[in-house]
């Protein structure tokens, strides 16, 4: 039935995420274009100025358009959770034979598959604009440098760089899954009440963020304290106080994953309030 669910879900929000994706693409080829254009000044100098003002307009565009990336999987996600769980929707879903668990079980993979998607796509985006043909040629010797230096600083640090590297990996997911669970949580706890429900629910977005952050920045100095380093500062101290720090910060998220999916959870199965 888990299968059955994120289908369904990659089908619903497929329809917006691809034209976004696709779109952002397309803006980004178009002010390439622009860019090789002005730089070219074809046509005398009014049309290199029409091409620098068009440059200048799409770029403002494509910075707008890496923050809509950012934003579209969780905005997505979350508009999803409120019609499909708490609104009149809520009627035919939860009579589905079918726990609340696997539901936002499968709304979290989903968002957490577009979140990946959306960072390629930022990506291959700024690889397009930041990049020329004779660029691209200088790759794959660019790519084998790295990984002959990440081969030696790998066996300097006795396998610590790959194992911060799949710490930041799952800081980065679990982060993401953080973020959709607090916008659920926040619209759980708002769709319980009958009057006001868009602004409490609003008002808790910012009370819950607000918190994660503040134990993010006291768990930031808890970690600063506990490690002493030498005046000498060293690869294996910096790669000490990495590890500690993203340890803690793993476990950090995956608490607060447990916190806000009980709400949510709780909420929603106890609370709910469809009027």
Same mark, same amino acid.
């Given at each position: ?96 034979? +079918? ?30 604009? @930041? ?80 918190? +994660? ?16 380093? @030498? ?12 590890? @500690? ?31």
């Amino acid at each position: 039935m888990l299968r059955k669910l994120i289908k369904h879900e990659f089908r619903a929000t497929s329809r917006i995420m691809w034209p976004i994706f696709a779109g952002m693409l397309a803006l980004t080829l178009v002010m390439r274009a622009a860019m090789y254009m002005t730089n070219r000044y074809w046509g005398g100098f009014d049309t290199a100025r029409f091409f620098s003002t068009l440059y200048s307009l799409l770029f403002l565009a494509y910075i707008f358009g890496l923050a809509a990336l950012c934003l579209a999987p969780l905005v997505l996600s979350a508009v999803r959770f409120r019609n499909h769980i708490l609104r009149d929707e809520g009627y035919l879903t939860l009579t589905l034979p +079918v726990s609340i668990h696997r539901l936002l079980l499968s709304k979290l993979i989903v968002s957490a598959v577009w979140y990946a998607a959306a960072f390629l796509v930022m990506a291959l985006t700024m690889l397009v604009v @930041s990049t020329t043909w004779s660029d691209l040629r200088t790759f794959p010797a660019l790519f084998g440098d790295l990984f002959s230096a990440f081969s030696q600083l790998e066996d300097s640090l006795r396998s610590g760089a790959m194992l911060l590297i799949l710490q930041i990996f799952l800081a980065c997911v679990l982060g993401v899954i953080v973020s959709t669970l607090i916008v659920y949580a926040a619209y759980a706890v708002g769709y319980s009440f009958n009057r006001h429900k868009s602004a409490i629910t609003a008002v808790l977005l910012l009370v819950f963020y607000q918190l +994660v952050q503040i134990a993010g920045l006291r768990l930031t100095f808890d970690v600063a304290d506990s490690e002493r380093f @030498s005046q000498a500062w060293s690869a294996h101290a910096a790669m000490s106080f990495a590890h @500690s720090f993203f340890t803690m910060a793993l476990v950090g998220e995956l608490v607060s994953c447990a916190i806000f999916y009980l709400i949510t959870w709780y909420f929603t199965t106890r609370k709910l309030n469809l009027e």
